[in-house]
């Protein structure tokens, strides 16, 4: 199977199944000297890990991360990084009703047409436990962005069309409720069109949004390896996701370009800024200094407790009900997936961007100490 790694200097490769030993990531690419140990990628994995809410599968794995390489005496080493999440709680049984039928809204039957078998315990390679090896690669980005300032902070925006608002939000709140929303009065609301859902069991759909400040000005190519571009591949293969927009998005085919525009200022202190952020930090597919804000759409969870019609392998016609654990909603425990996948993005083109101007490379080759070190 092509298309498991992702990225040009900061690499990551994923492997491993829903129903397999376990989930893993090796990471290539990391400077060495970064300060990581196992307690730094526990915290992201610990914010998907299932069965923690109502909303979540009930699904027990615990989670726990083994660091098997690229580390020595706790600093990075440069040498690839290989992570590694154990299954501890798969029922494939749940499953075997499954082998030969194909589940509406899955990826049973494009998987079948491909290879001609597929791996029916959960999905395999499709299923959202993937992301585990994703979430454990990006908290690894994020350590690095953290020593350059830069901060990436993801939330749900809105469930079922229920959003925050600007007048409620709060950053604070977000690890607050089980839906990771920065609005406690939109998250109630919420609360009680999800769990409607859930005793009709059914499921729901929501978009995330992502901030990120403190982004040098120029990151990013003006061609192919666009910042948004980038980060659009990285956010779209995350499973579920259906939609992406980046700063007024969409929403700027109804406006002008008068009104589109970002007049640039002046600032107090000299440097220049916008006077508005249409863009969403992005100009000719590189950050413009402002903050970057993008929304990733995910469509309603398609394992439901509900009879669908659909095919099985011989062509004939039938209905399912999808039985075992599944989360009622995704967007929950992807908050972290699309922060830590926007992190992977950010810290693969910074490192690339350091070839851009020659003044630089001389900058680090040329200076005595430079080489000394």
Request: proline share 3%; net charge neutral; hydrophobic share 35%.
């Amino acid at each position: 199977m092509a298309g498991s790694s992702f990225g040009t200097l900061f690499r990551i490769t994923t492997w491993g199944e829903s129903h397999g030993r376990g989930v893993g990531v090796v990471v290539d690419g990391c400077p060495a000297g970064l300060s990581l140990n196992e307690e730094d990628i526990q915290k992201y994995l610990n914010r998907r890990k299932p069965g923690q809410s109502n909303y979540t599968t009930k699904r027990q794995e615990a989670d726990v991360v083994e660091i098997l390489s690229g580390v020595f005496e706790g600093r990075t080493t440069g040498t690839p990084i290989s992570l590694i999440v154990y299954n501890n709680d798969q029922r494939s049984k749940d499953y075997s009703n499954l082998m030969d039928i194909y589940r509406p809204g899955h990826a049973d039957y494009t998987f079948d047409k491909k290879y001609g078998l597929r791996d029916y315990r959960g999905g395999g390679r499709s299923s959202g436990r993937e992301t585990i090896a994703r979430v454990a690669a990006g908290a690894i980005a994020c350590k690095l962005l953290e020593e350059m300032g830069i901060t990436v902070f993801a939330y749900t925006k809105s469930i079922g069309g229920i959003g925050i608002t600007k007048e409620n939000f709060s950053k604070e709140k977000r690890d607050k409720n089980a839906l990771f929303m920065p609005d406690e009065k939109a998250f109630e609301e919420a609360k009680e069109y999800v769990e409607q859902l859930i005793t009709n069991g059914d499921s729901a759909g929501g978009i995330i949004e992502c901030q990120i400040e403190g982004l040098p000005v120029g990151l990013g190519e003006p061609v192919f390896d666009k910042l948004s571009a980038n980060l659009a591949k990285a956010i779209c293969s995350i499973g579920a996701v259906k939609g992406f927009e980046i700063g007024d998005g969409f929403f700027a085919t109804y406006s002008s370009g008068s009104m589109n525009n970002d007049a640039f200022v002046r600032r107090e202190d000299g440097t220049i800024g916008k006077a508005t952020n249409h863009s969403g930090g992005v100009l000719g597919g590189m950050s413009d200094g402002s903050t970057l804000i993008f929304r990733a759409g995910f469509k309603p969870t398609p394992s439901i407790a509900r009879k669908q019609h659909t095919i099985n392998r011989q062509g004939e016609e039938t209905e399912i009900i999808v039985k075992g654990r599944h989360d009622p909603l995704i967007v929950p425990r992807a908050v972290v997936v699309v922060e830590t996948m926007a992190a992977c993005v950010l810290f693969d083109l910074l490192l690339c961007n350091m070839t851009a101007r020659l003044d630089r490379i001389k900058d680090f080759y040329v200076k005595k100490d430079s080489i000394q070190s």
